[in-house]
C-alpha cells in the first residue's frame, strides 16, 4: 500500500508533553544548607573585616557551621553508631577543634568547602536520574490497536509481541516492531543516530519512541514495551552510572583509614598526657593545634585550586568540565571515539553538487529552482536542504501547484506549467546510463542522490550530504598526537556514508550501523581509557559506560548533555584535544601541589609532636602552604594556560 498526500502532513494530534522531567536545584535540601552556610560565612567574614564586635562574626560564623555542618554531622553520627569513621564527620570535628581554640574562621571556611561539594554532587545525581526517566517520555503513552473488530486507543505498556499497530503521519512509533503494510519515511535518529530519516517498507524494523514520516504503517509487535531500544538505553544508562559510583570505593577505604588515624592521634594527645599530669589548657591546645595543621583542608586546597582553574578556563573556552573527578579521568584517556552525525558532522544535510544531464536542455540554476519549488511545501529534511541551496544561490522560484508526496519515493508537482518530480533513483534510471553513472558516482562518495524529471525525462542529479565540522580534521589530528593512536568512529549510520566521511577527517577504525548496546560492547571492548564523544539519546549508554563521556552542547538530547562528562557548549571539536592538555597541566600541578602540602604538614605534625609549635606558627605555617599552593593552581586560570594547552607537544598520560 503507498500512501499518497495531497497537501503538506499536518501534525497528528498526541496528548502533548512537557519537557523532560527537571527536579529544581532549590528543591534539594543539600543545596538549600549549602548556599545558607555561604551566605552567612560571607556575612561574618564582612562583619569580621568591617571591625565590628567580635560577637557578631562569631555569631554568623557559628550559624554557618549549623548551617553546613549538621547533616555531616548527622551522617558521622550514623557512620560511627555502624562503627565506621568517614572524612564527614572529621571535617565538623575539626571545625570544631578550630573554633575550640578561636580559629572560628578557618573552621567555617572548611565547612562551606564540604557542604557546597556535597551540594554539586547532590544536583549531578538527581539530573542525571530526571533525564534517564525522562527519556520514557520518547515513547507514546498510547497506540492504535488494530483488531478484528476495527482500531482501539490502548496503552502502549499493554501492548504485547504479535499485536498490530496502526501508526499515522506525524505520530511516534509505540513500540519496536516490523512493517507489515505501508511505506513512510522514519525519523530514528534518537536510536540510530542517522541524519536523514530512514525509508520504511514491509518487512523493515522500526523502533518505539521514533517518529514516523508522511506515510501510515502497520506495524506489527516484536518486542514486549520493557525490553524496547529505548527501555534498553535507559537500563544501559543506570548500569554504567552505578559502575561508575563504585569506583569511589577506594577513595572512601582511604578516607576511612585516614580519618580513624587522625581522631586515633588527637584523642592520644589529650589522654596520655593527662594521665601522665600534664596541664589540661596546655595539653588540649596541643591536641588541637596537631588537628589543625594535620587536617587535610590544606591537602582538599592544594588539589583543588588547580582543578577548579583548569574547569572555568575550560569553562571560558566553550567547554564544560562537570567535576574536578571528571578533570582528572579526562588526563588519563589514551583513546577516544566519535560518534558521527551531529558530532563530526553537523547533523544538517546540504546540497553539495547539482549535475545536469547531457540531454537535459536547461543549466544548472534552472535545474535547481525547478527542484527547490517542487519542494517548497515538503518537510523533508533533504527537501529543505534543496530549497535552502536555491536561496542562497538568489535562485527565483517558479510558481507551482498540485503537490503530492508519496513516503520513500519522493514529491512531484506543477512547476510553471510543467510536470516536475524529485524523487529517489528508480530501476529505471540506475538503469539509464547517463543517469545511472551520475547516481553511482554520487553515492560512491558518501552523498544522497535524487533525480530531477522534467515532464517525465531526468534533467539532473543532485548530491545531499552531512556536512563536516569545522576544525573536526584539526581536532582527529591533534588527537591522533596527543594520545599516540588515531580516533576511531562509532556510528549507527550505514557502512558505506560512514566510510566516506571517517576518511575525509582522518579515521581510518570505523564501527558502523551499531544499536546503542552495540556502542557499549564496543567501548567495552576497548579495553583502555576511552573517551567517548556523541550528541544523540543513541550516544547516552556509550557515554555512561566510557572513562569520559563528552556531549555536543548545541546538539545534545537532554540525555546526553546529562550523561555526560563533560559537553562541549560551542561544538568547536577543536577544544576537544585542547582540553585534554590542559588536564594533563593541571595534573602535574596537583602532583606539585601535594608534594609542598605533604611536606608542610609532616614538618609541622612533627614539630608538634616532638617539640612545642606555637599555635599562631602552626596556623602561619598551615595557612601558608594552602595559600602558596592555592595561587600555584589559580595559575591555570591565565588565557596563557589555554594556548600553551592548544599548543600542547604529545605526551602520554
Not at 588519563?332 to 566519535?338: G, M
Not at 583502555?528 to 549508554?541: E, K, M
Request: aromatic share 2%.
Amino acid at each position: 500500500m503507498i500512501a499518497t498526500v495531497s497537501a503538506p502532513p499536518q501534525p497528528a494530534t498526541h496528548p502533548a508533553r512537557g519537557g523532560p522531567r527537571r527536579t529544581s536545584v532549590w528543591s534539594l535540601p543539600e543545596v538549600r544548607w549549602a548556599a545558607a552556610a555561604t551566605v552567612l560565612f560571607l556575612l561574618g567574614l564582612a562583619s569580621d573585616l568591617g571591625g565590628l564586635p567580635s560577637v557578631l562574626p562569631w555569631t554568623l560564623y557559628l550559624a554557618c557551621y549549623v548551617a553546613g555542618g549538621w547533616e555531616p554531622g548527622w551522617a558521622g553520627i550514623r557512620a560511627v553508631r555502624e562503627r565506621r569513621l568517614d572524612v564527614d564527620l572529621l571535617m565538623v570535628l575539626a571545625a570544631i577543634g578550630a573554633a575550640a581554640i578561636g580559629q572560628v574562621l578557618d573552621g567555617a571556611l572548611l565547612i562551606v568547602i564540604f557542604a557546597t561539594s556535597g551540594a554539586l554532587e547532590a544536583v549531578a545525581t538527581k539530573r542525571t536520574a530526571d533525564s534517564v526517566n525522562s527519556l520514557l517520555d520518547l515513547a507514546p503513552q498510547t497506540a492504535n490497536r488494530l483488531t478484528r473488530d476495527g482500531e482501539a486507543t490502548v496503552d502502549a505498556a499493554d501492548l504485547r509481541v504479535g499485536d498490530l499497530i496502526l501508526v499515522r503521519p506525524g505520530n511516534r512509533i509505540g513500540a519496536d516492531g516490523q512493517v507489515v503494510d505501508g511505506t513512510s519515511a522514519v525519523d530514528q535518529a534518537t536510536i540510530t543516530g542517522e541524519s536523514m530519516p530512514a525509508d520504511k517498507r514491509p518487512g523493515d524494523e522500526v523502533f518505539a519512541g521514533t517518529l514516523n514520516g508522511t506515510g501510515a504503517l502497520t506495524v506489527r509487535v516484536t518486542r514486549p514495551p520493557t525490553d524496547t531500544v529505548i527501555a534498553r538505553i535507559v537500563a544501559l544508562v543506570a548500569e554504567a552510572s552505578a559502575t561508575k559510583a563504585r569506583v569511589q570505593l577506594f577513595i572512601e577505604k582511604v578516607e576511612q583509614r585516614y580519618s580513624t588515624a587522625m581522631v586515633a592521634a588527637t584523642v592520644a594527645l589529650v589522654a596520655v598526657p593527662l594521665i601522665l599530669g600534664a596541664a589540661f589548657q596546655l595539653t588540649l591546645l596541643r591536641a588541637m593545634t596537631f588537628m589543625i595543621v594535620a587536617s587535610p583542608c590544606a591537602v582538599v586546597l592544594a588539589t583543588m585550586p588547580p582543578l577548579l582553574a583548569a574547569i572555568a578556563n575550560a569553562g571560558r573556552h566553550g567547554v564544560l568540565v562537570k567535576s574536578a573527578v571528571v578533570l582528572e579521568r579526562l588526563a588519563t584517556v589514551d583513546q577516544v571515539a566519535f560518534d558521527k552525525t551531529g558530532t563530526l558532522t553537523t547533523g544538517s544535510p546540504q546540497l553539495t553538487e547539482v549535475r545536469v544531464l547531457a540531454t537535459a536542455g536547461v543549466d544548472q540554476s534552472r535545474v535547481l529552482a525547478l527542484a527547490a519549488a517542487a519542494e517548497s511545501p515538503s518537510e523533508h529534511p533533504l527537501a529543505r536542504a534543496i530549497v535552502d541551496a536555491a536561496r542562497r544561490s538568489w535562485a527565483t522560484l517558479p510558481p507551482h501547484d498540485r503537490f503530492t508526496s508519496t513516503p520513500g519515493v519522493g514529491v512531484t508537482a506543477r512547476v510553471a506549467g510543467h510536470h516536475v518530480a524529485v524523487t529517489r533513483p528508480s530501476d529505471d534510471d540506475r538503469g539509464d546510463p547517463t543517469v545511472g553513472a551520475a547516481v553511482s558516482e554520487l553515492e560512491t562518495a558518501g552523498r544522497t542522490a535524487v533525480v530531477v524529471h522534467l515532464d517525465h525525462r531526468p534533467v539532473g542529479v543532485l548530491g545531499l550530504a552531512d556536512q563536516i565540522r569545522i576544525r573536526a580534521v584539526d581536532a582527529v589530528a591533534r588527537i591522533t598526537d596527543l594520545t599516540s593512536q588515531p580516533p576511531l568512529m562509532l556510528t549507527g549510520d550505514n557502512p558505506t556514508i560512514a566510510a566516506r566521511l571517517a576518511a575525509d577527517v582522518g579515521i581510518s577504525d570505523i564501527r558502523a550501523g551499531l544499536l546503542p548496546h552495540d556502542k557499549v560492547t564496543a567501548v567495552r571492548a576497548l579495553r583502555s581509557r576511552t573517551l567517548v564523544v556523541g550528541d544523540g539519546v543513541n550516544d547516552a549508554p556509550a557515554l555512561a559506560i566510557a572513562h569520559v563521556g563528552v556531549a555536543m552542547g548545541r546538539r545534545g538530547s537532554d540525555l546526553a548533555l546529562d550523561t555526560a562528562d563533560a559537553v562541549i557548549t560551542h561544538d568547536d571539536l577543536a577544544t576537544l584535544p585542547t582540553v585534554i592538555a590542559l588536564a594533563r597541566r593541571a595534573r602535574r600541578v596537583v602532583t606539585a601541589n601535594l608534594v609542598i602540602a605533604a611536606t608542610v604538614i609532616v614538618a609541622l605534625v612533627a614539630w608538634d609532636l616532638i617539640g612545642t609549635l606555637p599555635l599562631p606558627l602552626g596556623v602561619a605555617g598551615h595557612e601558608g602552604s594552602t595559600i602558596l599552593v592555592a595561587l600555584n593552581g589559580l595559575r591555570l586560570l591565565r588565557k596563557a594556560a589555554w594556548r600553551q594547552a592548544s599548543n600542547h607537544t604529545p605526551e602520554n598520560p
